[in-house]
């Protein structure tokens, strides 16, 4: 078995030479060229874990994730974990099941388990959060939230909430019914809520009513089954695809149809809803990228270098069946 000590013989340099480059450290170009030239010839492999051991942090990433049945969640780690692979890093998941105080805890876990980087997909920002990022020696990247002086990636959600508003405005409703969720959150509550409702307030002669819910579609379907009967709204908008495949499953329930009945829409883009009858209209939005550049942004945090503090992914408006004009 080829080790360190047999390319620092070929290479004429020190073991110490090898490690550095092995690691990522500063080696000049020719010196870089000449080990790595070796490696290759040898077909060296060094043991990761024994380098985990000596190093200051493992080549592991930790990504601590709201809830584990989550489309937009899972096709996010899909892609993170792809990228680190291709990184040469590891992916770690821990499971918060949307509860804050275990959020601030796996910060501070993965930090004990020296991971090299924390991917936090928080499902709001508090002080406490903020108290273990500034007190662990990890480099923390907030996914899907925004949060000043911190360093984060989301998506443009006023913008999509606008581009939806806009497009149920247009379509000639005057009664609007709009499912949000918790104002603590600060991308769908705030952010998307106030794009959808700006939009909707161009139409002065219109009238909207929301109704806050969770992310839960179980706890959406039972809200919506209690409040399709009373509304007047001819178009439903849902601050979720999840909740606006609970506001279908109502509507089957109730035995209204849609888009006879009222118009529906989401944000996500989830896979189901171009599957379902009548297909729903939606906001795609770019969870590929969104995993990728935030693999990209956390290597230039942990090699100690400029990254940008907020990063914003663009999305797209998709029109489906479950929306007609008035």
Same mark, same amino acid.
């Given at each position: 078995?080829?080790?360190?000590?047999? &390319?620092?013989?070929?290479?004429?340099?020190?073991?110490?030479?090898?490690?550095?480059?092995?690691?990522?450290?500063?080696?000049?170009?020719?010196?870089?060229?000449?080990?790595?030239?070796?490696?290759?010839?040898? #077909?060296? $492999?060094?043991?990761?874990?024994?380098?985990?051991?000596?190093?200051?942090?493992?080549? +592991? !990433? /930790?990504?601590?994730?709201?809830?584990?049945?989550?489309?937009?969640?899972?096709?996010?780690?899909?892609? &993170?974990?792809?990228?680190?692979?291709?990184? #040469?890093?590891?992916?770690?998941?821990?499971?918060?099941?949307?509860?804050?105080?275990?959020?601030?805890?796996?910060?501070?876990?993965?930090?004990?388990?020296?991971?090299? #980087?924390?991917?936090? +997909?928080?499902? !709001?920002?508090?002080?406490?959060?903020?108290? %273990? &990022?500034?007190? !662990?020696?990890?480099?923390?990247?907030?996914?899907?939230?925004?949060?000043?002086?911190?360093?984060?990636? #989301?998506?443009?959600?006023?913008?999509?909430?606008?581009?939806?508003?806009?497009?149920?405005?247009?379509?000639?409703?005057?009664?609007?019914?709009?499912?949000?969720?918790?104002?603590?959150? &600060?991308?769908?509550?705030?952010?998307?809520?106030? /794009?959808?409702?700006?939009?909707?307030?161009?139409?002065?002669?219109?009238?909207?009513?929301?109704?806050?819910?969770?992310?839960?579609?179980?706890? %959406?379907?039972?809200?919506?089954?209690?409040?399709?009967?009373?509304?007047?709204?001819?178009?439903?908008?849902?601050?979720?695809?999840?909740?606006? +495949?609970?506001?279908?499953?109502?509507?089957?329930?109730?035995?209204?149809?849609?888009?006879?009945?009222? $118009?529906?829409?989401?944000?996500?883009?989830?896979?189901?809803?171009?599957?379902? $009858?009548?297909?729903?209209?939606?906001?795609?939005?770019?969870?590929?990228?969104?995993?990728?550049?935030?693999?990209?942004?956390?290597?230039?945090?942990?090699? /100690?270098?400029?990254?940008?503090?907020?990063?914003?992914?663009?999305?797209?408006?998709?029109?489906?069946? $479950?929306?007609?004009?008035?």
């Amino acid at each position: 078995m080829v080790t360190i000590n047999d &390319i620092a013989k070929k290479a004429g340099v020190a073991k110490s030479t090898v490690s550095r480059y092995l690691n990522g450290g500063s080696v000049s170009q020719k010196t870089k060229d000449k080990i790595e030239k070796i490696v290759n010839e040898t #077909g060296y $492999s060094p043991n990761t874990f024994a380098q985990s051991l000596k190093a200051k942090h493992t080549k +592991m !990433v /930790g990504v601590i994730v709201p809830r584990l049945d989550s489309y937009s969640a899972n096709e996010v780690i899909t892609s &993170i974990d792809r990228k680190l692979t291709a990184t #040469g890093y590891q992916l770690l998941i821990t499971n918060t099941d949307q509860s804050v105080e275990r959020e601030i805890e796996n910060i501070y876990t993965l930090a004990k388990q020296k991971v090299a #980087g924390i991917i936090l +997909m928080a499902t !709001v920002v508090t002080e406490e959060h903020r108290k %273990a &990022i500034k007190e !662990v020696d990890v480099p923390v990247l907030l996914l899907g939230q925004q949060a000043e002086g911190l360093h984060s990636i #989301g998506h443009e959600e006023y913008k999509a909430g606008y581009a939806m508003g806009k497009l149920a405005g247009s379509l000639g409703h005057k009664d609007f019914l709009y499912f949000s969720v918790f104002k603590e959150d &600060i991308a769908v509550g705030q952010l998307r809520a106030n /794009g959808v409702l700006e939009a909707l307030r161009e139409w002065p002669d219109s009238q909207t009513e929301v109704i806050e819910t969770s992310f839960s579609f179980q706890q %959406a379907y039972e809200l919506t089954l209690d409040i399709l009967p009373k509304t007047k709204a001819t178009y439903v908008l849902c601050a979720t695809d999840n909740i606006a +495949m609970a506001v279908l499953k109502a509507a089957h329930t109730l035995n209204l149809a849609i888009p006879k009945d009222f $118009s529906l829409s989401g944000f996500g883009g989830y896979e189901v809803t171009s599957i379902v $009858s009548p297909s729903i209209t939606t906001v795609k939005y770019g969870y590929k990228e969104l995993g990728e550049t935030a693999v990209n942004q956390l290597c230039h945090l942990i090699n /100690g270098e400029k990254a940008e503090k907020n990063v914003l992914i663009p999305n797209t408006l998709i029109k489906r069946e $479950s929306t007609v004009p008035k």
